[in-house]
């Protein structure tokens, strides 16, 4: 793959112009009716049942882990009118060998007992400079192999002898919906919300961005995918949507009708959602050379010598079609950094990832950031 200087000048080219034209004070709404309004951004009934600290829900209907195991979310409750929803990474499956428990799993396949939302980067509530510590916040845990966007129990034909076949509920579709539903039901007028994601979490995270807005047309948005940047080409022989039966639902959803099966992939969920919201900034975090996003490329068979090109290859892509598009490329082979404790110390470009991200949170327009030497990882360059 080559790495274009025509397309680095077109990000920046473009990421200038999307500076001048897009703002808080002009394209965003900055109060709400009184109406519309409540002291903490929650209904009095989520006020009065939760507790402090993160609550366990176990939603009816057809939830459900990859293995047919009880699905869970949490939520943290807040103490203002704020919403994050948030979704977890955690690998992907589309393989007989990738989904198999006994071959080569490559994703978390349920969530254990004992699971708890993690106590890093942005879920450090201890830290006061957390730019969400008094959000809201919904967590999405992944345990469906389909990024959250599957909604088929599919049956994977035996690869070898002795084995039988094996039926794979990818329903992160399905998880998530009941999510939003309790959302929808129990936080009914936030003001400010910010929908994220990391890793398998941040690849949806345009998509379900587009349906928040949707059903709080009068609140702030903004988004970021954290960590899934680079999957920039399609192996014609393996189409993990096919198999997750992404397609069985998404042309259903307003702005995403146009989506077509042949042609999908990542960009598309950008540029799809930001044409449909011009006025919220969708963004991404990567590491320049993220090890797992190259171990995930490899397996669908596409060979990465530079991330990085990818990387920049697709934000010319996004910015070409939606300005309303932000990335950030901190150096080295790291994986995420919503959840680390790094979030708090990386940077590039002389601004830290924290402040960037608190910045987008506040819905104030940020600069496309590149790493200058982006082959290590980048504490001091801000």
Not at 17 to 37: D, H, I, K, R
Not at 104 to 117: A, G, L, Q, V
Not at 155 to 164: L, W
Request: aromatic share 10%; net charge negative.
């Amino acid at each position: 793959m080559k790495t274009s200087s025509i397309g680095a000048m077109l990000v920046l080219t473009l990421a200038l112009t999307a500076c001048n034209s897009f703002n808080q004070a002009s394209n965003l709404p900055s109060n709400l009716p009184s109406n519309q309004q409540s002291p903490n951004g929650i209904d009095a009934s989520l006020v009065k049942d939760l507790q402090e600290g993160w609550n366990e829900f176990t939603p009816a209907g057809e939830t459900t882990c990859s293995d047919g195991s009880p699905y869970k979310f949490f939520v943290r409750p807040g103490a203002s009118n704020k919403l994050m929803v948030y979704m977890q990474g955690g690998g992907a499956c589309w393989t007989r060998a990738s989904c198999d428990p006994a071959m080569k799993p490559s994703y978390t396949r349920n969530i254990s007992d004992e699971f708890k939302p993690s106590q890093h980067g942005i879920f450090d509530f201890n830290n006061e400079a957390n730019p969400f510590i008094d959000y809201t916040i919904v967590m999405a845990p992944y345990c469906t192999g389909d990024v959250h966007i599957g909604q088929s129990d599919t049956v994977y034909a035996p690869a070898k002898e002795g084995q039988r076949p094996l039926t794979i509920h990818h329903q992160g579709r399905t998880n998530m919906q009941a999510i939003l539903d309790w959302t929808y039901q129990n936080v009914p007028s936030p003001e400010d919300i910010f929908i994220t994601g990391s890793s398998a979490g941040a690849i949806p995270s345009p998509f379900y961005a587009a349906l928040v807005a949707d059903h709080y047309p009068d609140a702030r948005v903004a988004q970021l995918g954290d960590g899934a940047g680079g999957y920039r080409q399609i192996n014609s022989t393996t189409r993990p949507d096919e198999q997750w039966g992404t397609f069985t639902f998404i042309n259903n959803e307003n702005g995403f009708n146009k989506l077509k099966a042949e042609s999908f992939n990542y960009e598309s969920l950008y540029i799809a959602a930001a044409q449909k919201h011009p006025r919220i900034l969708f963004a991404e975090y990567d590491a320049a050379e993220d090890a797992v996003q190259k171990r995930f490329l490899s397996m669908g068979g596409v060979a990465i010598v530079q991330l990085i090109d990818s990387l920049e290859a697709n934000h010319a892509d996004i910015l070409k079609a939606a300005p309303n598009f932000r990335s950030f490329i901190a150096g080295g082979e790291s994986h995420t950094v919503l959840l680390r404790p790094e979030f708090y110390r990386y940077g590039a470009g002389g601004v830290s990832i924290r402040d960037w991200v608190n910045d987008l949170a506040k819905f104030k327009d940020v600069s496309n950031l590149t790493c200058k030497d982006c082959s290590g990882d980048t504490y001091a360059e801000f």
